[in-house]
């Protein structure tokens, strides 16, 4: 299971940090990442990190603001949202799946595995 913590409501500009554990099952040698639904809105990649921590992926809209980090080989994964924008606004989950392409933007792919969600709304 994934479980997924770190979400509240933000103004527009701040930041705040996302985290995701894995448990229940070995995840350490999986593709992590993060994806958001904002309401009225298709699920959407935002980042994903492999099981090194040294290769990592961006959607467009976040680059230069978010950052994704893991530790070699474990299975928790952090997403820092600084700069972050009322565009943001969405249910973020965390994602896991040993195959990259299955975790990659652009993909027609799916995770394996999804957490539960967490909500990140920023007001303007």
């Known amino acids: 299971q994934l479980q997924a913590s770190g979400g509240g409501l933000v103004q527009a500009g701040g930041s705040l940090r996302l985290s995701c554990s894995a448990s229940?099952?070995?995840?350490?040698?999986?593709?992590m990442g993060w994806f958001r639904q904002a309401p009225g809105r298709e699920r959407e990649f935002v980042a994903t990190?492999?099981?090194?921590?040294?290769?990592?992926q961006y959607a467009d809209s976040v680059k230069g603001r978010f950052t994704i980090s893991r530790d070699y080989g474990k299975t928790t994964v952090s997403l820092q949202m600084n700069d972050l924008k009322p565009e943001d606004t969405a249910v973020y989950y965390c994602?896991?799946?040993?195959?990259?392409?299955?975790?990659?933007?652009?993909?027609?792919?799916?995770?394996?595995?999804w957490g539960q969600g967490t909500l990140v709304t920023v007001s303007s």
């Open positions: 994602a896991a799946d040993s195959n990259w392409r299955a975790m990659a933007i652009g993909s027609a792919l799916k995770p394996s595995y």
């Open positions: 990190i492999d099981w090194r921590g040294s290769k990592t």
């Open positions: 229940g099952r070995t995840l350490s040698n999986n593709v």
